[in-house]
C-alpha cells in the first residue's frame, strides 16, 4: 500500500483488497486509521504516525483491520517513509496478516497466565501446609512434656534394673521426639518469614550448655562413645541454646550414622576471634552428590540418610548463618567432620 504522508491511501494492491473485503479504488482517498478501530485510530495518530515521521520507518506493528463485515483482521505492518516524484512524501506500508501469530501470542498469554495462577495456588497450598506444621508442632508440646515429667518421677521411684533401663530408654526417646518438634518449629517459622530467631548473650559461658548436650546424648547412646575436647577461653556473643541446639542436631547425626564401634569427637574452641564447633566420626563417606545437597531441608537422599524428616542438619545451617557464621561438611575414608565457625562477637 501506497499512502500521503497524512495517510491516505494512494494506492492498494488487489491482495489487501481482497483481504479487507473492498474494491482497491474504492479505498483510494480513504486514510489508513480509517481502517483501523477506536484503539487502533489512537494508537496511529499518537504513536505510529509520529514516530514514522520522525525516524523515517516502523517496523513489526500490531494492528487489527476492520473489513467490509465489521470483522477484524490481525495483521503486522512496516513503513517507511520518502519522497516520491521529489515532492511529496509518501509512505509505503507492508501488510502481514498475522492471524496465526497472534494466535499463538495468545496461547502464550493464556499460558503464561495458567502458570502464574498455579504457582499462587501453590504457594497458597505450602503456606497452609506450613502452618499445620507449625500449629502441630507446637500442640505436640504438651503431651511430650507430660510424658517427660512422668518419666522424672518414674526415676525417683525404687526400680528393677529392667524398669530402669526402660525409663532410660523412654527418656532418650523424650529427647530425640522434642528434638524434632524443635527442628520442625524452626523450619516452619523459617519458611512462615519468621527464621532462626536468636537471644543472644556474652555474659553466660557457652561451655555448661555444650556439656549439657553431650550428656543428654550419651543417656541416649550409652554403648557409644563420645570423647569431647573443649577449650573456650572467651567469651562468644551467640545464643547459647541455639548452639546447643546445633550440637545436639550435629552429634545426634554423627551418633546415627557414624561407625558404632568408633568413637565420635566433639571439639570446641575460642581461636583468634572465632569460636569453632567440630563433630566428626568414622564410618562410610557421604558420596559428594549427596554432600552437595546435605542442608537442604528434606534431603534424605543417601542411605546415611534414610532416618527422620531430613531437617537437623538444615535447621543446623540456618542457626549457623544467624550467627553470622558458616557451617561445612567434609567426608573421606577416614571420616566425616562438620565444622561450625562464628565469629566471637557481632
Known amino acids: 500500500m501506497l499512502a500521503e504522508r497524512d495517510g491516505r491511501i494512494i494506492r492498494a494492491n488487489g491482495t489487501f483488497a ?4 473492498r474494491p482497491a479504488e474504492q479505498l483510494v482517498g480513504q486514510r ?4 483501523l478501530p477506536i484503539a487502533g485510530k489512537i494508537f496511529y495518530e499518537t504513536h505510529f504516525a509520529p514516530t514514522l515521521h520522525m525516524l523515517g520507518s516502523f517496523s513489526e506493528v500490531a494492528f487489527d483491520l476492520v473489513d467490509a463485515s465489521g470483522e477484524r483482521l490481525p495483521v503486522l505492518v512496516n513503513a517507511t517513509g520518502g519522497l516520491h516524484d521529489g515532492e511529496h512524501v509518501q509512505i509505503l506500508l507492508a501488510i502481514f496478516r498475522a492471524t496465526q501469530r497472534r494466535h499463538y501470542e495468545q496461547g502464550l498469554l493464556d499460558a503464561r497466565d495458567k502458570a502464574e495462577a498455579t504457582v499462587v495456588s501453590e504457594r497458597a497450598t505450602s503456606e497452609l501446609r506450613e502452618q499445620f506444621i507449625a500449629v502441630l508442632g507446637h500442640d505436640l508440646r504438651n503431651p511430650i512434656a507430660s ?3 512422668g518419666i522424672h518421677m518414674l526415676a525417683k521411684e525404687t526400680l528393677s534394673q ?4 526402660v525409663v ?8 530425640r521426639a522434642t528434638a524434632l518438634i524443635d527442628n520442625v518449629l524452626d523450619f516452619a517459622r523459617g519458611r512462615l518469614g519468621g527464621g532462626i530467631t536468636l537471644d543472644r548473650d556474652a555474659e553466660e559461658p557457652l561451655e555448661p550448655v555444650l556439656r549439657q548436650v553431650v550428656a543428654e546424648l550419651r543417656s541416649i547412646s550409652p554403648k557409644q562413645t563420645i570423647e569431647t575436647r573443649f577449650d573456650l577461653n572467651e567469651p562468644v556473643d551467640c545464643d547459647r541454646m541455639r548452639i546447643g541446639q546445633l550440637l545436639s542436631n550435629l552429634l545426634g547425626n554423627a551418633l546415627t550414622h557414624g561407625a558404632k564401634d568408633q568413637p565420635v569427637a566433639v571439639e570446641a574452641s575460642t581461636a583468634g576471634d572465632e569460636l569453632v564447633i567440630a563433630v566428626s566420626n568414622a564410618g562410610q563417606p557421604i558420596p559428594a ?10 534431603f534424605r537422599g543417601d542411605e546415611r540418610l534414610k532416618q527422620g524428616l531430613g531437617l537437623g542438619l538444615h ?3 540456618e542457626i549457623a548463618r544467624a550467627h553470622n557464621g558458616t557451617l561445612v ?12 565457625t562464628m565469629p566471637l562477637a557481632i
Open 32 to 35: 489508513f486509521s480509517d481502517l
Open 329 to 340: 561438611a567434609r567426608s573421606d575414608a577416614v571420616a566425616t567432620t562438620f565444622i561450625f
Open 147 to 149: 510424658i517427660a515429667s
Open 18 to 21: 481482497a483481504w479487507i473485503g
Open 315 to 317: 535447621i543446623a545451617s
Open 162 to 165: 529392667r524398669g530402669s533401663r
Open 168 to 175: 532410660e530408654l523412654m527418656g532418650g526417646s523424650v529427647l
Open 289 to 298: 552428590e549427596a554432600l552437595e545437597k546435605l542442608f537442604q531441608p528434606f
